[in-house]
């Protein structure tokens, strides 16, 4: 039983490439989600998906765009990579759609640095 | 927008003493979940309060919802080295249930 599986787990980018994180869950959960997590600080959202078909902006989305594959997939792709998108990134995932009150599950993150 | 804050940021606490932190949302909470993440770790779901006033506890961690649903607390009886990380409340912004906005955070250390 995987939950949220994460890939890469680890990536040193240039500034100026380009990258996609892969992030897949394998609990038939309906909304899943990106966040960046930088030293000492919370969890900001960067986009989610409440339901297949669907995206949405979150509170740092700017330099990023995701794709929802399919129920399983939720994919991030920095276009052009900066130093200030240096962080770790998790995936989280979430059984319900809409007022259901049903926590998310993470990933284990991907620990991306960008020179 | 909605802003989430935590106190204290950071706290260090000898093995057996007791430790609380404090969660203030700046608008009302349908309702608050609470996460622990350990160093290296991604965040773990720990429980959810949904009533006005509500005191759920888990052996030694009890949580509550204030009464007007816009702040929360975590208070951990007698600390142990397993209790080590960073707790975090958060809560869906006005209007939606689906997404979540998390609080900044409180790291504990716990030592001998």
């Known amino acids: 039983n995987a939950g949220v599986t994460q890939t890469p787990k680890f990536q040193v980018l240039k500034t100026g490439q380009s990258m996609t994180l892969q992030c897949a869950q394998d609990?038939?959960?309906?909304?899943m989600y990106w966040y960046r997590q930088d030293p000492g600080m919370g969890l900001r959202l960067i986009y989610y998906?409440?339901?297949?078909?669907?995206?949405d902006k979150g509170e740092v989305p700017n330099g990023y765009n995701v794709s929802r594959l399919n129920k399983r997939e939720f994919s991030l792709r920095l276009e052009s990579a900066a130093p200030s998108q240096t962080s770790v990134y998790f995936c989280a995932s979430r059984r319900g759609v809409g007022a259901d009150y049903q926590p998310q599950h993470f990933g284990d993150g991907t620990r991306l640095s960008i020179l | 927008g909605q802003q989430v804050m935590q106190i204290p940021q950071y706290q260090h606490v000898q093995e057996g003493e007791d430790f609380t932190t404090y969660c203030n949302s700046s608008?009302?909470?349908?309702?608050i979940q609470w996460y622990k993440q350990r160093p290296g770790g991604h965040p773990v779901f720990l429980i959810q309060l949904v009533k006005s006033g509500e005191v759920k506890k888990q052996k030694r961690l009890t949580f509550q919802f204030g009464e007007a649903k816009k702040n929360s607390s975590l208070h951990i009886t007698a600390t142990q080295t397993t209790d080590v990380g960073t707790y975090f409340c958060?809560?869906?912004?006005?209007?939606?249930?689906?997404?979540?906005?998390f609080g900044t955070g409180t790291r504990l250390q716990v030592t001998l």
């Open positions: 998906s409440a339901s297949e078909g669907t995206t």
């Open positions: 608008t009302t909470l349908s309702n």
């Open positions: 958060a809560g869906p912004p006005t209007g939606t249930a689906s997404k979540l906005t």
């Open positions: 609990m038939n959960h309906n909304s």
